[in-house]
């Protein structure tokens, strides 16, 4: 165990295992938690670069990782487990990364799809006065006008986004309406 950084162990300088850290860092004791992840985020950092297959988010999984241990220290049952605990916290949050990209890859490609091929200036002007006169619209006047009118959900799923009742985003739609209106001159 050369190499790694070493805790005051009583009246001298001893490295201690896992296990003995563990229930250290259990204890709130941060040094024994800064030991283990001295100890272990390189390996959790290998271990991520191969299931993501690069390294382009590779740091904040692995914080991301150990800060999530660190929460959670507590709840390990069983010390000698660390290792395979910590990958279990990686494997999770790599599991969120490569959704995430997922999501971004298919979201890219259907923007694509609807993306203008050609644009004209006029649409360009009048898209930017709706965003203008949105912008003086309160938040729970904007969302639900925004869900309803340009993402074209109906009634009751606008409602139960916006987490209120059928007649209540009725009248927000309504409200905020009657605002982008006058704002824009169309009374």
Not at 79 to 104: E, T
Request: hydrophobic share 40%.
């Amino acid at each position: 165990m050369l190499g790694f950084p070493r805790l005051e162990n009583g009246g001298g300088v001893a490295v201690l295992d896992d296990t003995e850290i563990v229930i250290r860092a259990q204890n709130a004791d941060e040094q024994a938690f800064t030991e283990l992840y001295s100890r272990h985020a390189r390996y959790v950092a290998g271990v991520v670069y191969r299931l993501m297959g690069n390294d382009s988010d590779l740091d904040d999984v692995v914080q991301e990782t150990f800060v999530d241990a660190a929460d959670g220290i507590a709840s390990l049952k069983e010390p000698r487990a660390l290792r395979g605990w910590l990958v279990a916290i990686a494997v999770r949050r790599v599991h969120r990364v490569l959704a995430r990209r997922r999501r971004r890859t298919l979201f890219s490609f259907q923007m694509m799809e609807v993306a203008a091929r050609s644009s004209d200036p006029n649409d360009r002007s009048r898209v930017d006065d709706l965003y203008e006169a949105l912008d003086q619209v309160p938040p729970d006047l904007r969302v639900p006008w925004i869900l309803h009118r340009v993402e074209q959900m109906n009634l009751p799923e606008t409602a139960l986004a916006c987490g209120v009742s059928l007649a209540t985003v009725k009248r927000r739609i309504a409200e905020a309406q009657e605002r982008i209106e006058r704002r824009l001159g169309h009374e």
